[in-house]
């Protein structure tokens, strides 16, 4: 069996930040393609659009920001272990086995948005509560 990444080792950087040498992958983790963007500019080698909260978790999130973060974190964490997802999650976590990995997003507020809920669910042992076990390393959109 092969070791999780450590703890911390998921750094997280804006999309709009110049790319350094230390990132090494970096994955945009937003369901959207960053406003303004290229994809030159991004400098992003996997968009994993499909690992970002749902349109419909999204929205009813953005309806009321202020009171609904810790119910939103809740069901974010479920839609993480959905199939599709958790594939996902797999991919991120054998990435970073292999070398550098940093979460990019183009989120103002990171602290309040999705990536940390992603960042905690990466950095779980397989089987711990909230996360079913870790699927076989699955696939993910290059661009």
């Known amino acids: ?10 750094p997280v950087r804006r999309v709009y930040d110049p790319a350094l040498p230390s990132d090494g992958a970096r994955l945009l983790v937003d ?8 994809k030159e500019r991004a400098a992003v080698d996997e968009w994993l659009k499909d690992i970002a ?3 419909e978790l999204r929205s009813w999130y953005h309806e009321d920001r202020d009171r609904r973060y ?4 809740e069901r974010y964490g479920a ?8 594939e996902l999650v797999a991919h991120v976590r054998a990435l970073a086995r292999r070398g550098s990995v940093t979460l990019v997003t183009a989120v103002k ?5 999705h990536v940390p809920v ?7 042992k397989p089987g711990e509560p909230g996360e079913p076990g870790e699927p076989g390393e699955g696939s993910a959109g290059r661009i």
């Not at 369901?31 to 290229?38: A, D, E, T």
């Not at 507020?109 to 948005?113: A, K, L, N």
């Not at 992603?118 to 779980?124: G, S």
């Open 70 to 73: 810790e119910a939103f974190a």
């Open 109 to 113: 507020d990171i602290e309040h948005s």
């Open 31 to 38: 369901r959207l393609w960053p406003r303004g963007l290229s």
């Open 118 to 124: 992603l960042v905690r669910h990466l950095e779980r």
């Open 1 to 10: 069996m092969t070791a999780l990444p450590a703890p911390g080792s998921f």
């Open 53 to 55: 909260p749902s349109r």
């Open 79 to 86: 839609e993480l272990a959905e199939p599709v997802r958790a």
